[in-house]
């Protein structure tokens, strides 16, 4: 039988409570330990082991089924809401045959190869980004540093022109908060709608812009898809450049800006890396696991799953994976898993997801990544962050990623 574990010591799964905010791994210790296929007041199943997450992300028998998961979550009419109609055209959110050619569509540009031909390009805006601010002696490393290079990177291979950026660098933060396992108030969900409103009606004319002057870049070719016929609906295209817009920076901000976080409370391993630069790509593994940008995804179950866990999960209900949990699962790194080691062997973190909707982004946010924090230690040696213990968390579960984090030299 499916029954709700709660114990004593308070509710095993309040993911946007402040305690948990702001140090989740206590909080998943106490689930794979003591209900690792946990079910929610909402009727969610938590998964919190590296073996039933990996299972989930990666069985045919679930899916993503988003549209009666959110009528079932709401109710029907919540289809008729904008931004629940632009996300369930999401890649992210559709299941074959959809997704594989929505995909499809845009895989060419994220393969290894064509990301590091990027590598020369983002080193130059990461160096632009500490020419800015080396005379200051100080900077907010989220705000002046890690924001910066992503959102740069994802408008330049969109195609959106230099002079109508500086919106999305002001605005495009806030959509955090409709990933959540939580349902979401009418005013979130109106400011959603708000927001999806604006971002559709900017796209519109980009679009109109470059069927008239084509350009070399993902938008350009999804506009020529788009005409070509039944590749890709008008709410299909628009869907999947927010979506492209929103997963490729705010995840990567937030893996810069956790990394080097860990990296300064754990001074050992700042040393080490300041004394073999060589061990950044390890570093980068290591940091995607020890605090990963995106803590969670989901999957519902297409058919009954007699045994998640030892638990029954009937068709249509949803399986939450917890991927930080995960990524600390003594069953897979008994080495002190909540130890940061940046020479630690065999780090496969599950950051990125797992299955066909493995994250379409990986290496270019591993590249981004790399370059950012390696030349910050290189050329800014003697940075110190003001306040290592107390900073400031952003109140979203799934995406895990600091305010500010106000640093000096
Ligand atoms: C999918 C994490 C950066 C684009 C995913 C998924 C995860 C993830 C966990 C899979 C979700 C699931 O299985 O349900 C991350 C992390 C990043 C990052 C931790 C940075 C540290 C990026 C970047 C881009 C990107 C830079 C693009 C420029 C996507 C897309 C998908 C995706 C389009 C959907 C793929 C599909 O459904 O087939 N990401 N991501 N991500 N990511 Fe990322």
């Given at each position: 039988m499916n029954e709700q574990v709660q114990p004593a010591?308070?509710?095993?799964?309040?993911?946007?409570s402040p305690d948990f905010i702001r140090d989740p791994y206590p909080h998943y210790e106490r689930l794979r330990t003591i209900d690792p296929i946990h079910v929610t007041p909402f009727g969610q199943f938590v998964a919190s082991r590296h073996a039933d997450v990996s299972l989930v992300m990666r069985?045919?028998?679930?899916?993503?089924d988003f549209v009666e998961r959110s009528k079932r979550r709401y109710?029907?009419?919540?289809?008729?809401?904008p931004v629940f109609r632009s996300m369930s055209h999401w890649m992210l959110q559709s299941d074959p045959p959809d997704h594989t050619r929505l995909r499809g569509l845009v895989v060419k540009a994220f393969t290894a190869r064509r990301v590091e031909d990027m590598r020369p390009r983002i080193q130059e805006i990461v160096d632009q980004a500490i020419d800015a601010v080396i005379?200051?002696?100080?900077?907010d490393l989220i705000e002046d540093?890690?924001?910066r290079l992503p959102v740069t990177v994802i408008c330049e291979m969109l195609g959106i022109p230099e002079d109508h950026r500086e919106v999305f660098y002001k605005s495009?933060?806030?959509?955090?908060?409709?990933?959540?396992p939580v349902p979401l108030s009418p005013e979130e969900i109106a400011k959603g709608n708000a927001g999806n409103m604006m971002a559709q009606m900017y796209f519109q004319q980009l679009f109109e812009l470059r069927r008239r002057n084509p350009g070399d870049d993902l938008i350009t070719q999804l506009v020529q898809a788009e005409e070509d016929?039944?590749?890709?609906t008008n709410e299909e295209l628009t869907a999947n450049i927010i979506l492209l817009f929103g997963a490729g920076h705010e995840t990567t901000v937030n893996l810069i800006g956790n990394g080097l976080l860990a990296l300064h409370r754990n001074p050992d391993q700042l040393a080490l890396l300041k004394a073999q630069p060589d061990l950044i790509t390890n570093a980068i593994e290591e940091f995607l696991r020890y605090d990963s940008s995106v803590q969670m995804t989901g999957r519902v179950a297409l058919e009954q799953i007699d045994d998640l866990g030892g638990k029954t999960i009937p068709k249509g209900e949803t399986v939450l994976c917890l991927l930080g949990s995960a990524n600390h699962d003594p069953a897979v790194y008994?080495?002190?898993?909540?130890r940061l080691d940046i020479?630690?062997?065999?780090v496969r973190p599950l950051s990125f997801g797992g299955?066909?909707?493995?994250?379409?982004?990986a290496q270019l946010a591993r590249i981004e990544a790399e370059v950012a924090i390696a030349t910050l230690l290189r050329r800014l040696p003697d940075l110190r962050i003001?306040?290592?213990?107390n900073p400031e968390w952003r109140p979203?579960?799934?995406?895990?990623?600091?305010?500010q984090l106000p640093a000096s030299w």
């Amino acid at each position: 039988m499916n029954e709700q574990v709660q114990p004593a010591g308070g509710p095993l799964f309040n993911p946007l409570s402040p305690d948990f905010i702001r140090d989740p791994y206590p909080h998943y210790e106490r689930l794979r330990t003591i209900d690792p296929i946990h079910v929610t007041p909402f009727g969610q199943f938590v998964a919190s082991r590296h073996a039933d997450v990996s299972l989930v992300m990666r069985d045919k028998r679930f899916g993503k089924d988003f549209v009666e998961r959110s009528k079932r979550r709401y109710s029907p009419e919540i289809m008729n809401e904008p931004v629940f109609r632009s996300m369930s055209h999401w890649m992210l959110q559709s299941d074959p045959p959809d997704h594989t050619r929505l995909r499809g569509l845009v895989v060419k540009a994220f393969t290894a190869r064509r990301v590091e031909d990027m590598r020369p390009r983002i080193q130059e805006i990461v160096d632009q980004a500490i020419d800015a601010v080396i005379d200051r002696g100080h900077m907010d490393l989220i705000e002046d540093f890690a924001f910066r290079l992503p959102v740069t990177v994802i408008c330049e291979m969109l195609g959106i022109p230099e002079d109508h950026r500086e919106v999305f660098y002001k605005s495009s933060r806030d959509g955090g908060r409709l990933l959540d396992p939580v349902p979401l108030s009418p005013e979130e969900i109106a400011k959603g709608n708000a927001g999806n409103m604006m971002a559709q009606m900017y796209f519109q004319q980009l679009f109109e812009l470059r069927r008239r002057n084509p350009g070399d870049d993902l938008i350009t070719q999804l506009v020529q898809a788009e005409e070509d016929g039944n590749k890709l609906t008008n709410e299909e295209l628009t869907a999947n450049i927010i979506l492209l817009f929103g997963a490729g920076h705010e995840t990567t901000v937030n893996l810069i800006g956790n990394g080097l976080l860990a990296l300064h409370r754990n001074p050992d391993q700042l040393a080490l890396l300041k004394a073999q630069p060589d061990l950044i790509t390890n570093a980068i593994e290591e940091f995607l696991r020890y605090d990963s940008s995106v803590q969670m995804t989901g999957r519902v179950a297409l058919e009954q799953i007699d045994d998640l866990g030892g638990k029954t999960i009937p068709k249509g209900e949803t399986v939450l994976c917890l991927l930080g949990s995960a990524n600390h699962d003594p069953a897979v790194y008994p080495d002190h898993p909540d130890r940061l080691d940046i020479t630690r062997p065999n780090v496969r973190p599950l950051s990125f997801g797992g299955g066909i909707h493995f994250c379409l982004g990986a290496q270019l946010a591993r590249i981004e990544a790399e370059v950012a924090i390696a030349t910050l230690l290189r050329r800014l040696p003697d940075l110190r962050i003001d306040d290592v213990e107390n900073p400031e968390w952003r109140p979203t579960f799934v995406l895990r990623g600091l305010k500010q984090l106000p640093a000096s030299w």
